[in-house]
Nanobody
Framework: QVLLVESGGGLVQPGGSLRLSCLASGFTFSYAAMSWYRQAPGKEREWVAHITSTDGRTNYADSVKGRFTISRDNAKNTLYLQMNSLKPEDTAVYYC???????WGQGTQVTVSS
């Protein structure tokens, strides 16, 4: 059974940082390309960042490029999203996604507000 569990969300002031984690189980994590998505209230879910399975190449949405960093620790079956210089428009529920399995986590809320 594929299971993805996000954590690390919360309330942060503009300009602050958060690190999200996604613990994976039920599949061979090291073989899976992974992505982060987010969904703000009243908006469609949007892609944020992607990391390949083998060589760890990354790419980012223009809206987060230079501020967010996606990474993975295959020994810990964990995907990360380091978010710096957060803005109010980053407020959303953040989801991790196992691309080849089309599987989603339950999401973690990130709120950026003063």
């Amino acid at each position: 059974q594929v299971l993805l569990v996000e954590s690390g969300g919360g309330l942060v002031q503009p300009g602050g940082s958060l690190r999200l984690s996604c613990l994976a189980s039920g599949f061979t994590f090291s073989y899976a390309a992974m992505s982060w998505y987010r969904q703000a209230p009243g908006k469609e879910r949007e892609w944020v960042a992607h990391i390949t399975s083998t060589d760890g190449r990354t790419n980012y949405a223009d809206s987060v490029k230079g501020r967010f960093t996606i990474s993975r620790d295959n020994a810990k079956n964990t995907l990360y999203l380091q978010m710096n210089s957060l803005k109010p428009e980053d407020t959303a529920v953040y989801y991790c996604y196992a691309v080849s399995l089309s599987s989603w986590g339950q999401g973690t809320q990130v709120t950026v507000s003063s």
